[in-house]
């Protein structure tokens, strides 16, 4: 399945690491995960959500606030019955995990490029295949699932085509118009909604979308704190602005909009 990060060619289990024919080797770490992005790909020394982010997401979503989008996500990806699927941009394995109780006869694969949330993941549920690298030059073979789930992650339509094979499909969600609204009430004058337009991409098919939404009713203000700081939005808050607007205990709308495709 995997393919070496710097040249490309297959890698083969010896051990405790990956090594290719060119003798580059990739240690697989104590937690279970093998870390697949060279240096060359990082952009930053530690690339992908600090650690306050990470925990902060993990806080939120183990709480359960997101329940009903991971059951939306493991219901339609259950009708397509895939027996190989990557999540793709997994973070600390919330949703991984989630889609792995829901089918547990497929064999699903969490890749990140965040060192701290894999090593996380990892750790948590070591039936699942996880690895450090990027979703940009992903270490895997042609053809190597029948099903991606991407979850806000960012990617190159041209190598989700390469990894998925023909008939494979892809599931997508993105924020709907008015995901978040409060939070860019508090910090904006003007607000712009998300763009709610189908996005077409190069190889696929769509088939079908399904519009999620529910609102938030907190009683903990620790709970909005952990929504404020889990997204890009936390930088444009002031810790006394963040614990003010937690204290308030908004009602918060959520929006998502799941976007089934298939390889052509």
Not at 35 to 45: C, D, T
Not at 115 to 120: D, H, M, P, Q, T
Not at 226 to 248: C, G, H, I, R
């Amino acid at each position: 399945m995997y393919l070496c990060p710097l040249c490309q060619q297959p890698l083969s289990q010896n051990a405790k690491q990956y090594q290719c024919s060119n003798r580059h080797s990739f240690d697989i770490a104590r937690e279970g995960y093998v870390n697949l992005l060279p240096v060359q790909q990082k952009n930053s020394k530690d690339p992908g959500d600090n650690k306050e982010m990470m925990q902060a997401r993990r806080q939120f979503l183990h709480a359960g606030w997101y329940a009903p989008l991971a059951q939306a996500v493991a219901t339609t990806l259950s009708e397509v019955a895939p027996q190989r699927l990557l999540d793709l941009g997994c973070g600390e394995g919330y949703y991984t995990g989630i889609i792995k109780q829901q089918l547990a006869d497929t064999a699903v694969w969490g890749l990140d490029i965040s060192k701290s949330a894999i090593k996380f993941a990892a750790k948590a549920q070591p039936n699942i295949a996880f690895n450090v690298a990027s979703a940009y030059q992903l270490p895997f073979a042609a053809n190597s699932f029948d099903a991606i789930v991407r979850i806000y992650a960012p990617s190159k339509a041209q190598e989700l085509k390469r990894v998925l094979s023909t008939g494979g499909h892809l599931l997508t969600v993105t924020p709907g118009p008015q995901h978040l609204v409060q939070i860019k009430q508090a910090v904006y004058e003007q607000v712009r909604l998300h763009d709610d337009a189908m996005v077409s991409l190069d190889g696929f098919v769509h088939l079908k979308r399904q519009q999620l939404k529910f609102e938030l009713n907190f009683s903990r203000s620790e709970d909005v704190l952990a929504l404020v700081q889990m997204v890009p939005l936390a930088w444009k808050f002031t810790a006394e602005q963040k614990q003010q607007f937690a204290d308030s205990l908004p009602a918060i709308s959520v929006d998502f909009l799941l976007d089934l495709y298939q390889r052509r």
